[in-house]
């Protein structure tokens, strides 16, 4: 009866071989292959021995089951740290930083088998630090605080000669930079004394160059009416002239002097002053 039908198994036999078979295609398919991620380099471990390669992004091919792929990021990255140095005049300040650094693709196998962890916490921390301290341990406390871009700038090109060409420390930045309360207050002190000192400067220097101002104004002075004095001496006409520049278009009075037609000299004035003159 068709209850008690069951399938002949050397029918069967064949559709098996080739599930299977198709089955354990896709796994080593799927073992074989690994795909890296953009901004990555794979590094490849075969049963504990690492590729002196590393495998580019994109896909890849391996040996199945035996071969580790490792992602190494080669792009930038960003870490904060926090230093705690001594300045020349023993004084411990805190600088907060963030550090960019990066991998470079020809330095990723050497730093997976020759540091643990991560690169920043092996290669980039401990390298920074000390370039800090070395170059804080130079400077007074007040100098740190003053000269931040100065600091960064020796101990960015310190670290990088510290760390060399294995990683790249492409930049540091100080966030932040911490003293003791009593120390800030005694640099915020003495820099509002120098402001005021520099503008009691500022005010003197201003006044006597307003004073040379007014000496130099009056010496001018001075000497245009010795000038102009030596000049109507030498040309009386001239007070004419300027008579006759100023004129407002009136009909003028000519004045003889007191010594007639042959001696003096003749002043022309306007008719609105004839009212002015004494009569006899």
């Not at 559709?15 to 796994?27: K, M, N, P, S």
Request: with cysteine; charged share 25%.
């Amino acid at each position: 009866m068709a209850d008690n039908y069951q399938p002949d198994l050397k029918v069967l036999k064949p559709y098996l071989a080739i599930g299977f078979a198709i089955f354990v295609i896709v796994v080593l398919a799927f073992g074989a292959t690994f795909i890296v991620q953009p901004g990555h380099r794979g590094v490849l471990v075969t049963m504990g021995k690492v590729s002196p390669f590393f495998a580019p992004e994109g896909l890849g091919f391996k040996s199945p089951f035996i071969t580790t792929v490792i992602p190494m990021s080669v792009r930038q990255q960003t870490q904060a740290m926090r230093a705690e140095c001594f300045s020349s005049d023993m004084q411990q300040v805190n600088i907060d930083l963030r550090v960019l650094y990066r991998i470079p693709e020809a330095s990723v196998v050497k730093i997976y088998k020759d540091f643990s962890g991560d690169p920043f916490d092996s290669l980039v921390s401990p390298r920074v630090n000390e370039a800090i301290k070395e170059v804080t341990a130079e400077q007074s406390a007040e100098s740190i605080v003053k000269k931040r871009e100065e600091i960064k700038t020796k101990a960015l090109l310190l670290a990088k000669k510290k760390v060399g060409d294995l990683l790249f420390v492409e930049d540091i930045v100080v966030q932040n930079i911490s003293l003791s309360k009593e120390l800030e207050s005694a640099i915020e002190a003495k820099m509002v004394q120098e402001q005021e000192a520099a503008k009691a400067k500022f005010v003197q220097q201003k006044a006597e160059i307003e004073a040379n101002t007014v000496v130099i104004r009056a010496k001018g002075e001075a000497q245009s009416i010795v000038i102009r004095g030596q000049a109507l001496k030498q040309s009386p006409a001239l007070i004419q002239l300027q008579i006759v520049e100023k004129w407002d278009g009136k009909a003028p009075l000519v004045v003889g002097g007191a010594g007639g037609a042959s001696g003096g000299t003749n002043i022309i004035l306007p008719l609105g002053q004839m009212k002015d003159l004494p009569r006899e």
